[in-house]
């Protein structure tokens, strides 16, 4: 007896017909089929039935004693912007979605370590009583580490400026310091 392939939400069976081709019987679920009745026949057969599947569900009696194997067939609707974004969600649906991969990549965010620190400045750092002392010792360390893209600092960045810090003669508790951000040696 063929195995049982049960696709929930696929009115169309689109998503049943290549299991069907390679040898399986497929059940679409849908609440929008008539009861319970033979779709397709191919290598396997493919069976529409209906059902609201927000209540519990029960597979017809005809195909109960089947080994099921469950495909979650869910169904997407989208719109794009362009027609390039909605192929690349096509492709990223039938092709990529195995390999995690996030079907419209964002471009990675390149701003400079100043440039952040200058925004933090903008919005936070000018309600400060000392925003423009912190705004300084913030891009000592920004140019000791070379203004890097912000994306790519690291704690050993970080680690290196306070070693740095430390050969200069700076004390460990000054370092340890959050609020104050040390003075920076400034």
Avoid at 152 to 158: G, K, N, R
Avoid at 162 to 178: C, D, F, I, V
């Amino acid at each position: 007896m063929k195995a049982l392939a049960v696709f929930l939400f696929d009115y169309s069976g689109a998503m049943a017909r290549p299991w069907a081709d390679a040898g399986y019987d497929c059940l679409i679920v849908d609440i929008q089929h008539h009861g319970f009745r033979v779709l397709e026949q191919r290598a396997g057969t493919i069976y529409a039935h209906e059902a609201d599947l927000t209540q519990p569900y029960q597979l017809p009696e005809a195909l109960a004693d089947r080994e099921v194997i469950f495909v979650a067939a869910l169904r997407i609707r989208k719109s794009f912007d362009s027609k390039a974004e909605a192929k690349r969600f096509e492709a990223f649906v039938m092709g990529k979605r195995s390999e995690q991969q996030a079907w419209n990549p964002s471009k990675a965010d390149n701003r400079s370590l100043k440039q952040l620190i200058k925004l933090w400045y903008n919005a936070k750092g000018v309600h400060l009583k000392d925003g423009e002392r912190r705004k300084r010792c913030l891009e000592a360390i920004a140019d000791y580490m070379g203004n890097p893209a912000a994306r790519t600092v690291t704690p050993t960045l970080f680690l290196a400026y306070r070693a740095h810090k430390l050969q200069e003669g700076a004390s460990k508790k000054t370092l340890k310091q959050p609020p104050r951000l040390s003075e920076c040696g400034l």
